[in-house]
T-cell receptor, first 113, second 114 residues
Framework: TQLLEQSPQFLSIQEGENLTVYCNSSSVFSSLQWYRQEPGEGPVLLVTVVTGGEVKKLKRLTFQFGDARKDSSLHITAAQPGDTGLYLC?????????????FGKGTRLHILP | EAGVAQSPRYKIIEKRQSVAFWCNPISGHATLYWYQQILGQGPKLLIQ????????DSQLPKDRFSAERLKGVDSTLKIQPAKLEDSAVYLCASSRVSGANVLTFGAGSRLTVL
């Protein structure tokens, strides 16, 4: 069972366009994290969202945590080629007593110059 | 601070051979994780250590995979014998405490099994 569903799986857009990717679950999470992974590297943490409805901004990236803490979105404004990479959401479902962190399959983003 | 160190970066072996990966976490990080990332997928947790004890190894194929963290610092992950489906990137990560949900990853060890 894939607890974190990410969509779309792949996205290729032109530089300067806006985009939104999603991370959905039927489980409640105490927090969710977004990571970006570039080829040949490990994932790097971008942000953690903790409170339902929370919005965090990181330059042109806007992260939102759903009110029910079951989903999250990442919006990129005026995408640039440097945004290319695999975007992963992750978290520990509250039903996991062992705090096991699970990852979604990711959204592979390609920004065309 | 120094990051999570992993070696080797790349390894090519034939099926039924053995391989070992090494990880040195960030100094002071009590929790260490090994993840398997198959091409096109997100990381899947294989094993989680808290100091030198195992917290979770429910998804570790114990008939062929083993891992240890004897002194609560660095760790090794071994596969013996390897299968074709073990071809993946093996990522090591660490965090200050279990449940911190903020992981620092190494660059990974890419395994190709022929």
């Amino acid at each position: 069972t894939q607890l974190l569903e990410q969509s779309p799986q792949f996205l290729s857009i032109q530089e300067g366009e806006n985009l939104t990717v999603y991370c959905n679950s039927s489980s409640v999470f105490s927090s969710l994290q977004w990571y970006r992974q570039e080829p040949g590297e490990g994932p790097v943490l971008l942000v953690t969202v903790v409170t339902g409805g929370e919005v965090k901004k990181l330059k042109r990236l806007t992260f939102q945590f759903g009110d029910a803490r079951k989903d999250s979105s990442l919006h990129i404004t005026a995408a640039q080629p440097g945004d290319t990479g695999l975007y992963l959401c992750a978290g520990a479902p509250r039903m996991n007593r062992d705090d096991k962190i699970i990852f979604g399959k990711g959204t592979r983003l390609h920004i065309l110059p | 601070e120094a990051g999570v160190a992993q070696s080797p970066r790349y390894k090519i072996i034939e099926k039924r051979q053995s391989v070992a990966f090494w990880c040195n976490p960030i100094s002071g990080h009590a929790t260490l994780y090994w993840y398997q990332q198959i091409l096109g997928q997100g990381p899947k947790l294989l094993i989680q250590f808290q100091n030198n004890g195992v917290v979770d190894d429910s998804q570790l194929p114990k008939d062929r995979f083993s891992a240890e963290r004897l002194k609560g610092v660095d760790s090794t992950l071994k596969i013996q014998p390897a299968k074709l489906e073990d071809s993946a990137v093996y990522l090591c990560a660490s965090s200050r405490v279990s449940g911190a949900n903020v992981l620092t990853f190494g660059a990974g060890s890419r395994l190709t099994v022929l």
